[in-house]
């Protein structure tokens, strides 16, 4: 399985709608919670490339966006290929 590392804040909505769903699809992932984190937050802004909202997920180290993305991914059944190892293409 591809590892899925997700930058997230302890009160956002997104951030927990996205864990969710990656919990019931059964892929696990690393989350990195960022709410008081000022070097992590910044770690997360630099691997994004200036992202500053969360949560900010990756896929097989790839940027794939936030959670919008993450359900798109999941409604065209390409989040599906982390059970095979696959990383799924950017939806930008």
Request: glycine fraction near 10%; charge should be negative; charged fraction near 40%.
């Given at each position: 399985m591809a590892p899925v590392t997700l930058?997230?804040?302890t009160y956002c909505g997104y951030s927990?709608?996205?864990k969710a769903l990656l919990s019931d699809k059964g892929v696990d992932f690393e989350d990195i919670d960022?709410?008081?984190?000022?070097?992590?937050f910044?770690?997360?802004v630099e691997r994004t490339g200036g992202g500053t909202t969360v949560p900010q997920i990756f896929i097989a180290g790839r940027?794939?966006?936030?959670?919008?993305e993450?359900?798109?991914?999941?409604?065209?059944?390409?989040l599906d290929t982390l059970q095979d190892g696959e990383s799924p293409a950017a939806s930008q």
């Open positions: 930058y997230t804040k927990k709608r996205a960022v709410t008081e984190d000022e070097a992590r910044t770690e997360m940027h794939i966006g936030g959670f919008t993450l359900a798109e991914l999941d409604e065209r059944g390409e």
